[in-house]
């Protein structure tokens, strides 16, 4: 079954925000969101009409399973880093487990 990643993507989150992002496990960054809590990353980056549209956009009808992953689970989980390391190899803005970096241009 696919996977679609919410995860939380900053260690230091002092001031009580998440920087929190989707990626597919053939590592596309759907969305990315600013979350108060970890508990609203699945609403903020996969619930809303909007988040759902780009979601099927790119699944199709094909069924998913969606992971919440805290800042602690993305270090070792391998689907996440698989998913991150396809993501940078195609240049694609965002997505380091543990820290954010843009990479120049998508393609």
Known sequence: MRKLYL???????????NDCLSI???GYVLGNHIC?????MQHDLHDRPDRLEKIKSHFGDKPYEVEILSYEDCKTHTG??????????RKQDYVKAGAVIELAGDE
């Open 24 to 26: 597919t496990d053939d």
């Open 36 to 40: 108060s809590h970890m508990g609203y």
């Open 80 to 89: 996440l880093n698989a998913a991150v390391a396809l993501a940078q190899g």
């Open 7 to 17: 995860f939380v993507n900053n260690a230091d989150n002092q001031q009580g925000w």
